[in-house]
């Protein structure tokens, strides 16, 4: 599984309430991505790093925030959980140059009722 | 605006019963095609990258070919264990792609004894 550890697996949470996922990694790769995946529409890419403290927007980016203080752990932030942020969150590790093949975790379902 | 369409959506085969999934891309400069294999509840795993128009991979029973407009996963004489979801993915220019991926929305393949 290419060293990817995402926690918690699942949660369940109130609509408005703050969730952090956790992504952490072994392999020393200095490229990290969070993707959301909802039927229909594939994976989408939340928010990137490019190194500790170097972060930027995906595609899908409006609701989350991100924060890198170490090479292994990528977090994830839905600053006040919406049911439309439902889905399954997937944490990714990449070398990052063009050409190079993504690497991905095995996911957090999050539901907010 | 880049775009990847995969189809069909879904794929029921018979064990032995050869076929072909398509992914279509229109990207600005491909620096990358990736196909990855999707069990339900886990994340995506890697499978092949091809570059350049012409290019071909092969992995057991598993062919990716690679024109200018699209690429074909052959899944020759299909197994049960076969069944999965195939995502296509398209890593495009500009040269600060930071290794971002573009998904295609899958192709869910079941393969019955």
């Known amino acids: 599984d290419a060293g990817i550890t995402q926690s918690p697996r699942h949660k369940v949470t109130e609509t408005g309430t703050p969730v952090t996922l956790r992504c952490h990694q072994t392999?020393?790769?200095?490229?990290m991505y969070w993707y959301r995946q909802d039927p229909g529409h594939g994976l989408r890419l939340i928010h990137y790093s490019y190194g500790v403290k170097d972060t930027d927007k995906g595609e899908v980016s409006d609701g989350y925030s991100v924060s890198r203080s170490k090479t292994e752990d990528f977090l994830l932030t839905l600053e006040s959980a919406t049911s439309s942020q439902t889905s399954v969150y997937f944490c990714?590790?990449?070398?990052?140059?063009?050409?190079?093949?993504?690497?991905f975790g095995q996911g957090t379902r999050l539901t907010v009722v | 605006e880049d775009q990847v369409t995969q189809s069909p959506e879904a794929l029921r085969l018979q064990e032995g019963e050869s076929s072909s999934l398509n992914c279509s891309y229109t990207?600005?400069?491909?620096?990358?095609l990736f196909w990855y294999r999707q069990d339900p509840g886990k994340g995506p795993e890697f499978l092949f990258t091809?570059?350049?128009a012409g290019e071909e991979k092969e992995k057991e029973r598993l062919k990716a070919t690679l024109t200018k407009k699209e690429s074909f996963l052959h899944i020759t004489a299909p197994k049960p264990e076969d069944s999965a979801t195939y995502l296509c993915?398209?890593?495009?220019?500009?040269?600060?792609?930071?290794?971002?991926?573009?998904f295609g929305a899958g192709t869910q393949v079941v393969v019955t004894p």
């Open positions: 990207v600005s400069g491909l620096r990358g």
């Open positions: 091809l570059y350049s």
């Open positions: 990714a590790i990449s070398l990052g140059w063009e050409g190079t093949e993504a690497f």
């Open positions: 392999e020393n790769h200095r490229y």
């Open positions: 993915a398209v890593q495009a220019s500009p040269t600060d792609s930071w290794g971002k991926l573009q």
